[in-house]
């Protein structure tokens, strides 16, 4: 398989015309090596438009997918980075690539070895993975300039909305199948927070979130 050929293909008859027009972004997909990060089974679908199976229930988003979140947080080289739902650590890739650090934060005992077995391979040395429960937030060293939530989320728990500095972005799928919105949050003050909708789709539900009574916003 010419992964090159694959991997331009996926950006210019994938990616962009899904409106991801960002340069930084499609540069960004080209360079990170997604086919190292695919279970070896699955190789052959890297650069497809699928969810590919991870196991535990878990998939890698679309490629789409990851493009457009990665065009709606405009991301810094300052930031520092919480991203909950490590599945194969390529999107982890991605925002360390910009970013100052990420840490990421897996449930799957077996998930987050791979993770970071993909990761070290790589050569990706500023995202540190960790395995637990991040359903509600991770407080160590937050608050965070950017969260992201890579499963579904009935709704927003406000623990986790506290863990986002003043001007800080979390991207997140909010709702239940058959529509989930892909969810920008931006913190505007100590008690305010503008959301925009970015695009419909679903995804796995993040496990042992709250039940919709558990949650505010």
């Known amino acids: 398989m010419n992964f090159e050929r694959a991997r331009f293909n996926m950006v210019e008859q994938q990616i962009r015309p ?3 027009l960002d340069m930084d972004v499609l540069d960004l997909l080209m360079t990170v090596k997604r086919e190292e990060f695919v279970p070896p089974a699955h190789k052959t679908l890297a650069f497809a438009d699928v969810e590919i199976p991870l196991g535990h229930g878990q998939t890698m988003l679309k490629p789409v997918v990851e493009g457009r979140i990665l065009q709606a947080l405009p991301l810094k080289r300052s930031d520092s980075v919480l991203e909950i ?6 999107f982890a890739a991605l925002l360390a690539a910009r970013t100052d650090w990420v840490r990421s934060i897996e449930i799957q005992p077996e998930l987050a070895k ?3 077995d993909n990761l070290n391979r790589t050569g990706v040395e500023n995202v540190i993975v960790e395995e637990g429960d991040a359903a509600r937030g991770w407080s160590c060293r937050a608050p965070y300039d950017v969260i992201v939530v890579s499963g579904g989320l009935p709704m927003m728990p406000q623990s986790l909305l506290d863990q986002l500095k003043v001007g800080g972005r979390m991207f997140a799928f909010v709702g239940e199948a058959p529509v989930m919105e892909a969810r920008l949050i931006t913190r505007v003050s100590e ?3 503008q959301t925009e909708d970015v695009f419909e789709t679903v995804v796995p539900m993040l496990k042992n979130v709250q039940p919709k009574d558990g949650f505010r916003f």
């Open 18 to 20: 899904w409106d991801v």
């Open 85 to 90: 739902g490590t599945g194969s650590g390529y």
């Open 114 to 116: 791979f993770a970071a």
């Open 191 to 193: 008690d305010q927070y």
